[in-house]
C-alpha cells in the first residue's frame, strides 16, 4: 500500500488539521519538557537513557522529547513526538520499527484536490535541518503503527526505533494516552467515505486497507 | 515591590526563562507555611523568586515596569508563578492556599486492579509534573488553557477502596476508613469517600478547569467521577483575612511551620509507602445562612468566640491573639462554653490540623436563597489521632452546630512527593 493517497473522510478532521490543532503546541519549541528542575517520571526527554551517547551519525545528533502513542486495542495507532536535530548538518529520519507493529510508516498531511487535507504515506521520510525541530503531531505529520495485535493501554509505555538515512538508530520510550481528537477514519484511494468511527477500529467493509491514526 | 499587593510565597519559582525575582519581603500574613515549606528543605526551597509580570514571555521586571507605566497592564502578579511538583511531599498541603479548588474524586473501574491504579498514577504524575509549569499535557486537546501556571498545585490521595482494588488492603493505616459517625451528620451518599482524589487549585480558575479536565482524560477507561466539590477563597495576594461564608474569619489557627513534622506529615510510625506523606479528611459543611442571618452580630460573636470584623478572639484585640479560655468577666467565661474555638482548640503540635478550607456556593434547593458552605479540608498526620477527638468535642458541644451541617465526609491517604523519576504512589505501586 505504498505511495497511495490516505483521505481525510471528516470535514472536522480536515479542520483540526487546518487549524494546527496539535497535541503539543507551541509551547513546547519555548518550554522544553526536561530543561526545568522539575521533572518526573515519563516527562523527561523521551530519548532512551545513554542512547546519546551510544548513538553514531545522524542518530547522534537527533533529541527526542515529548514522546507518547495513542492507546488501541488493536489495528493502528500514531506516535507523536518533537525530534529536533542538534547537529550542524541536515539528519534525514526515515523509518521506524517496534515489537508491538509488524510494521510502521511516515505520514504527512497534505492539501489534496478540492482543498481538503489529505494524509499519505511519506516513504522518503523527513529532513530536519541543522538546528531545526519537526513536531510529529496528531492531526499533522506523524509515525504510524500498523497492524498492532496486543492492547496499547493508557498509563503503559511503548518502544520504538527511529532509523536515519544512514543507518544510524535512536531507540526512543513513549507514553501511552487516551486521546480522542483527530478520531477519523482514513479510506486509503478512497474519495467518499462513511463517517467517523472511534478508535481505530478498520471501517467494515471497505476494500484495501482502511488506516487511521490519533 | 509597591506594585504587588503583596508578596507571593517563598516555595515557588518562576516558569522555565521566565523573569525570577529573588524576594527579601517578609511572607504576607497568610503565607507562613510558605516559608515553612522552604525552610524545611521543602520542594524547590532554593528556588526563591517569585513571577513578575507576563513571565512566560521572559520580559525583565524593569521592561513590565515600563510597559505598566505606558499603560499596558501586566499580567497578576502570581500568573507566571510556579509551585514545584518534585519534592519530599506533595504540592498543595502547606502551599499557601489558592483562590479556587476542584476537588474530584474518582472510583476505579473494577478489575483494573493493581495494574490500573499504576496506570492511572503514572499519567497524573506526567500530568501534574507539566500542568504545575503551565505545559500542557501529552495529547493536551486544549494546549493554550495550560498557561499561565498561577500556582496551579495538583495533590493526589487514595482512599481505601483504590488498595482494595490493587490488592493492597493489608497495606491501609487504619484510619484510612470512613470516620466514626458523629451526632451532627447528615452525611449524603452522594459526597461520601472515593477510591482516589485529586486536589486541584489555583489562583486563575481557567487554569483549574483545564487542569482537572485533564486529569479525568488521563483517567478514561480506569476510573470515573464519583463526586466533584469545588470552592474559592481569597487569592494568595489579597492582605485581607479568609472569611467563610457566614462571615467568620476562617482558618486561623494553623500548625507553624516548625510543627508540620508532627501535625501533618507521616513519620517513620507510619506505612513505608506513605513517609512523607498525609492524610486529608474532606468535610462538606453545609451552612444554613437564612437562620444565621438572623443573629445579631453579638449572638454571632458569642457562638464563635471571636469578634465578627476583626476575628479577634472575644479576649484579645487581633485575629492572631492566642485565645484566652479561662478569662471570666462578672463570673462568667468571656469565651462562652459553648463558643466554637473553645471546643477546636487544642495545644499540642501533634494534634494540631492543617486546615485548608474553601468555600462553596452552590445552586439553592427550592424555597431556599443558598446553598453554600465551607469544603473543611484538613491535612493531619493521623486522623483518629487528632480530627476525631477535635471534631467528637465539636460535636458535643459546639453551638455552630445549629447552623452547619457535615453532608459530605471522605478520608484520604495523601501520598509522597515524587522523587525525580518516580511516579506518585512509587513505594506502594511503583
Known amino acids: ?214 | 515591590m509597591a506594585r504587588h499587593p503583596a508578596p507571593l510565597p517563598l516555595d515557588e519559582q518562576t516558569v522555565p526563562g521566565g523573569a525570577a525575582e529573588a524576594s527579601s519581603a517578609a511572607p504576607s500574613r497568610r503565607s507562613f507555611l510558605g516559608v515553612g515549606a522552604a525552610l524545611a528543605g521543602g520542594a524547590g526551597a532554593g528556588l526563591v523568586g517569585y513571577g513578575l509580570g507576563n513571565s512566560q514571555t521572559g520580559v525583565a521586571p524593569s521592561a513590565v515596569a515600563a510597559a505598566s507605566s505606558e499603560g499596558a497592564a501586566p499580567d497578576a502578579p502570581w500568573a507566571g508563578s510556579v509551585i514545584p511538583f518534585i519534592g519530599a511531599h506533595q504540592a498543595g498541603i502547606s502551599t499557601p492556599p489558592q483562590a479556587h479548588a476542584t476537588f474530584v474524586a474518582l472510583n476505579l473501574t473494577p478489575g483494573v486492579g493493581q495494574d490500573g491504579l499504576r496506570r492511572l498514577l503514572r499519567q497524573w504524575t506526567n500530568d501534574a509534573s507539566r500542568l504545575q509549569r503551565g505545559i500542557p499535557v501529552l495529547g493536551d486537546p486544549q494546549p493554550d488553557l495550560a498557561s499561565p501556571p498561577s500556582r496551579l498545585t495538583i495533590t493526589v490521595g487514595l482512599g481505601r477502596g483504590a488498595l482494595v482494588e490493587a490488592g493492597l488492603a493489608d497495606r491501609a493505616p487504619g484510619w484510612l476508613a470512613p470516620l466514626p459517625a458523629f451526632s451532627v451528620d447528615r452525611l449524603e451518599p452522594r459526597w461520601a469517600d472515593g477510591d482516589v482524589l485529586a486536589q486541584v487549585c489555583a489562583e486563575d480558575p481557567i487554569i483549574l478547569a483545564h487542569a482537572v479536565r485533564a486529569l479525568l482524560l488521563s483517567a478514561t477507561g480506569i476510573a470515573a467521577v464519583h463526586w466533584m466539590q469545588r470552592g474559592f477563597r481569597r487569592p494568595v495576594t489579597s492582605t485581607s483575612a479568609m472569611r467563610n461564608l457566614m462571615g467568620q474569619v476562617d482558618g486561623t489557627v494553623q500548625p507553624v511551620a516548625a510543627e508540620l513534622e508532627q501535625s501533618v506529615w507521616i513519620g517513620a510510625d507510619g506505612p513505608d509507602w506513605l513517609r512523607g506523606g498525609t492524610s486529608l479528611v474532606l468535610r462538606r459543611i453545609r451552612m444554613d445562612l437564612d437562620t444565621w442571618d438572623a443573629l445579631d452580630p453579638q449572638a454571632k460573636e458569642q457562638v464563635i468566640g471571636r469578634r465578627m470584623t476583626s476575628g479577634a478572639p472575644l479576649t484579645g484585640t487581633k485575629e492572631t491573639d492566642v485565645p484566652d479560655l479561662a478569662a471570666t468577666r462578672d463570673g462568667l467565661p468571656v469565651i462562652p462554653e459553648f463558643a466554637h474555638i473553645r471546643h477546636a482548640a487544642v495545644t499540642t503540635a501533634g494534634q494540631k490540623i492543617l486546615r485548608r478550607p474553601y468555600n462553596f456556593d452552590d445552586t439553592p434547593a427550592a424555597g431556599s436563597s443558598a446553598e453554600a458552605g465551607l469544603l473543611f479540608a484538613a491535612f493531619q498526620a493521623d486522623p483518629v489521632r487528632q480530627f476525631v477527638p477535635m471534631q467528637q468535642r465539636l460535636a458535643a458541644g459546639d453551638l455552630l452546630n445549629f447552623w452547619t451541617t457535615p453532608i459530605g465526609s471522605a478520608v484520604f491517604a495523601i501520598l509522597p512527593g515524587p522523587a525525580e523519576g518516580e511516579i506518585l504512589g512509587q513505594a506502594l505501586v511503583g
Open chain 1, 1 to 214: 500500500m505504498s505511495n497511495h493517497t490516505i483521505r481525510a473522510v471528516t470535514a472536522l478532521a480536515a479542520l483540526s488539521v487546518a487549524l494546527g490543532l496539535g497535541a503539543c503546541g507551541t509551547t513546547t519549541a519555548t518550554n522544553p519538557v526536561g530543561a526545568a528542575a522539575s521533572t518526573a517520571a515519563g516527562t523527561a526527554a523521551s530519548t532512551a537513557p545513554g542512547s546519546a551517547a551510544k548513538a553514531t551519525g545522524q542518530a547522534a545528533s537527533a533529541q527526542v522529547a515529548d514522546a507518547w502513542v495513542k492507546a488501541v486495542d488493536t489495528g493502528m495507532t500514531g506516535a507523536f513526538f518533537v525530534l529536533k536535530n542538534t547537529g550542524s548538518t541536515p539528519i534525514h529520519l526515515l523509518s521506524a520499527s517496534s515489537p508491538i507493529s509488524p510494521m510502521m510508516q511516515m505520514h504527512e498531511t497534505v492539501m489534496g484536490t478540492g482543498g481538503a487535507m489529505a494524509m499519505q504515506e511519506k516513504p522518503g521520510g523527513f529532513t530536519i535541518p541543522a538546528g531545526g525541530s519537526h513536531e510529529f503531531k496528531a492531526g499533522g505529520d506523524h509515525v504510524m503503527f500498523m497492524g498492532v495485535s496486543t492492547a496499547v493501554k493508557s498509563g503503559t509505555t511503548v518502544t520504538f526505533t527511529l532509523a536515519f538515512e544512514d543507518g544510524s538508530t535512536l531507540p526512543v520510550t513513549a507514553e501511552v494516552r487516551t486521546f480522542t481528537g483527530a478520531k477519523e477514519t482514513y479510506v486509503p484511494g478512497a474519495t467518499t467515505g462513511t463517517n467517523s468511527m472511534p478508535g481505530m477500529t478498520p471501517t467494515p467493509g471497505t476494500s484495501g486497507t482502511t488506516a487511521s491514526h490519533g
